[in-house]
């Protein structure tokens, strides 16, 4: 299991790096935002996995939210702008029902 979540995190640190880069040219801050990830994601492993045992449709919202900021990434990577409301809004109505 421990490696799982090893794996997990190497794969969700490559886009927090993906993400830093878009963000930042300060090769600090891209450290320092992979290491918190890092941390959090190994402490909050436990809490998350019961939480998705339970309601196993957060996978596919998950995956929606994934898809979502990666699209707008992407989007703003080659030149074009995606409005953040589209995103906030995806979360907000999330956080509604």
Do not use: R
């Not at 993400?19 to 935002?33: E, F, N, P, R």
């Not at 019961?50 to 900021?69: C, E, G, M, N, R």
């Amino acid at each position: 299991m421990i490696v799982q979540i090893v794996v997990i995190d190497l794969v969700f640190s490559l886009d927090s790096i993906i993400t830093a880069i878009g963000l930042t040219h300060y090769i600090q801050a891209m450290i320092a935002s992979i290491v918190i990830a890092i941390i959090v994601m190994l402490l909050a492993a436990k809490s998350i996995s019961d939480l998705i045992s339970q309601y196993p449709t957060l996978k596919v919202l998950a995956l929606a939210f994934l898809i979502l900021i990666d699209v707008a990434l992407i989007a703003e990577s080659i030149g074009q702008t995606l409005p953040k409301g589209y995103i906030y809004f995806a979360m907000f109505f999330f956080f509604c029902n």
